[in-house]
């Protein structure tokens, strides 16, 4: 007999109530995203259409390569591997179903050949749904690591996938063993189950083959029954995908401006302030955790876990909800304050922007956007924020840069070097931002001026603003004064327009992500190179000759805005092994994993009260490596570095060095 499929063999015309039961299930799950849509709506206006179709694209790019491919999952291998496994058995289970309802209804197919191989490849990827299941079982609740913490929907959700699973084969089971053909083999896990069964009657196996089809029918209907009304994790199967799809198209660097003229309020004091794709987010969220396994503040036992803030606001908004649907509320519940009670201070100050936590989120819920948000009210609402960064906030205010207590001009960096003002002479190949900390503090200001030296020895016609440059406005933004970022922005596109600068090189990852990524908020597009790039490309081109040797074990350190904001990870490493006898070491965390210096997000200027020093930290990883020179491209991680060897006693033999340094020695 030729192989064949038979779907209703046991239960006749009577499986046809199946597709009965299909209407009031349809109804059901219509009903369940319907309740969750009004949820997710209310929160503020977020304009996530335009550009549909190149959101499409890129979403069914996201699809395949962290979907499918599973490549964020498999960052992390272990529980990557069991996620894969899951996913891709399911996936497969409901194409083979699929391919049963086409070829019962519309053109037979499954038989012969195609059936074999279909029912093959469906038992391998089953038993691998049920390894993945009993994989994140006994890593659940065996090994149980710190990021995870379990509720009981998590074993609910996996006894429901173990047990679809293994009905499924025990029915397929059932009815080899009931009628032993030739090539029960080619169906891997119903041939071993049949074999349990073998010893019974023909009626018996009919039976129990009629008895499970029902059971396993009963079981998956109840199971998205069960998973539409109760919104539990297995819920992320549905929202994920649309999380996906919305996810921001802004440069990964910048972030939501506000529209100071017309916003009533300013940043987000209720759950109602977040846009209705934060709340959607809030929803996305599966409690995996890789966030807080990465989150440098909860690494170093501050309060934040970004796992955690996204799930307490989850339930403040699940709490507060239905009455704000009702309209008998206005987002707070009147016992609960939302910035205090449900998330605090300290957890709202205590993140970096690192951007880690979004970097390896599966399901691309965008963190810093709400902690930004919060920090806004604090600071334009509220008045509160940290005393040492009110102090550094005000004097960009008053004096136009961060350096709060300097006593330098923005041009004693340069004093003996014949730097060209922009003021004097416009016809210039770039303008050299040099940022504050490069212009105004001790360490950095060798750090330009040995950029200059630098750009100088390539021949590269150059001019910087002199007195004229003014912060930036990043640290005003990142600690929530929107206000005064926006406010310098404009003064600077203004006078970078006004020369008619088109090109910009920088010593600052944080002056480059903000002018290449967030001034085009503002009418200010400019071709904007970080000097990593920029020297590596001129060494490419041969204009730079890197002779003398620095025969030292170098470690580089990737700082957060120049290599998970912007991508930029292969330029420094460039510039390091051009550098004659100089030894790459690399530290454990690196590139897309790599550790903050403890610096972003308005931390430089914020005193580190609680659990242990980032910078420190990182030191010590740093350290590690037995390097003699901690290399990096960033004035923020320089002068944390600075900072840690000292408070490690390391200062005998191993060193902070910008890339600037070591190039300026290797031409010399």
Not at 110 to 124: E, F, N, Q, R
Not at 516 to 538: C, M, R, W
Not at 638 to 665: H, N, P, R
Request: aromatic fraction near 10%.
């Amino acid at each position: 007999m030729e192989p064949f499929r038979d779907i209703f063999e046991s239960v006749g015309a009577w499986g046809y109530i199946l597709y009965g039961l299909l209407i009031p299930l349809g109804a059901i799950l219509v009903y369940a995203v319907y309740r969750r849509y009004r949820l997710w709506r209310l929160g503020a206006p977020d304009d996530r259409f335009s550009g549909l179709w190149q959101r499409v694209w890129s979403f069914a790019v996201t699809a395949v390569v962290d979907g499918f491919i599973h490549r964020r999952f498999l960052k992390d291998p272990y529980p990557g591997l069991m996620h894969f496994l899951i996913f891709w058995g399911c996936i497969i289970f409901l194409i083979g179903a699929f391919l049963d309802f086409i070829s019962h209804y519309i053109f037979h197919f499954m038989h012969g050949a195609t059936y074999l191989g279909i029912s093959l490849v469906v038992d391998v990827l089953g038993i691998a749904v049920l390894l993945g299941v009993i994989i994140a079982a006994f890593r659940r609740y065996i090994q149980r690591p710190d990021r995870l913490d379990n509720k009981p929907e998590d074993a609910i959700a996996l006894a429901l996938i173990f047990l679809v699973v293994l009905t499924g084969f025990i029915l397929e089971g059932l009815g080899i063993a009931w009628h032993n053909p030739d090539w029960a083999v080619w169906s891997p896990g119903g041939w071993v189950v049949a074999q349990i069964f073998g010893g019974l009657s023909a009626g018996t196996l009919q039976i129990l083959h009629t008895g499970f089809w029902w059971f396993h029918v009963a079981l998956v209907l109840g199971a998205i029954v069960y998973v539409a009304l109760t919104f539990s994790s297995l819920s992320h199967i549905v929202v994920a995908p649309f999380n996906a799809l919305f996810m921001s198209s802004r440069p990964k660097g910048a972030l939501a401006p506000i529209d100071l003229e017309k916003a009533e309020t300013f940043g987000v004091s209720k759950i109602n302030d977040f846009t209705w794709k934060q709340l959607l987010d809030l929803d996305s969220c599966t409690r995996c955790g890789r966030c807080q396994d990465l989150c440098p503040a909860y690494l170093s036992e501050k309060p934040l876990s970004p796992k955690k803030l996204t799930q307490n606001l989850k339930t403040h908004w699940l709490e507060v909800g239905p009455s704000l649907l009702a309209k008998k509320g206005n987002g707070n519940n009147p016992d609960v304050s939302m910035i205090g009670d449900v998330i605090t201070q300290d957890e709202i100050w205590a993140c970096t922007t690192c951007r880690a936590c979004q970097e390896v989120c599966p399901v691309f819920v965008e963190h810093i956007d709400k902690i930004i948000d919060l920090r806004r009210n604090l600071v334009l609402e509220q008045a509160e924020i940290p005393e040492t960064a009110e102090g550094m906030l005000r004097c960009i205010e008053d004096r136009g840069h961060s350096c709060r207590g300097t006593t330098a001009t923005r041009l004693d960096w340069c004093e003996g070097l014949e730097v060209k003002l922009i003021s004097k002479d416009k016809v210039v190949d770039v303008l050299y931002w040099v940022g504050c900390a490069a212009a105004l503090e001790d360490r950095n200001m060798k750090v330009s001026a040995a950029f200059a030296k630098v750009l100088q020895a390539a021949g590269i016609n150059f001019a910087i603003l002199g007195e004229e440059e003014s912060c930036c406005g990043e640290p005003a933004r990142r600690l929530g004064n929107e206000y005064l970022f926006q406010m310098q922005a404009q003064k600077n596109i203004e006078l970078l327009k006004g020369y008619g600068v088109k090109k910009i090189v920088t010593t600052c990852p944080h002056c480059y992500n903000t002018i290449k990524n967030e001034y085009p908020q503002f009418g200010g597009d400019f071709e904007v190179i970080h000097h990593s790039q920029f020297t590596a490309d001129l060494i490419k081109q041969g204009k730079l000759k890197l002779a003398n040797g620095v025969d030292k074990k170098i470690t580089y350190h990737d700082a957060c805005y120049l290599g998970r904001h912007n991508d930029i990870y292969d330029s420094p490493r460039q510039i390091l092994k051009g550098i004659p006898q100089a030894h790459l070491v690399e530290m454990e965390r690196r590139r897309s994993k790599s550790f903050c210096c403890g610096g972003g997000g308005g931390r430089m200027w914020m005193e580190e009260r609680i659990g242990t020093r980032i910078n420190e930290m990182r030191t010590d990883q740093a350290i590690a490596t037995e390097a003699n020179i901690l290399a990096t491209a960033c004035p923020y991680c320089l002068q944390m570095f600075e900072d840690g060897i000292k408070a490690k006693e390391a200062t005998e033999y191993l060193k902070a060095m910008d890339l600037a340094e070591l190039v300026e020695s290797a031409i010399k």
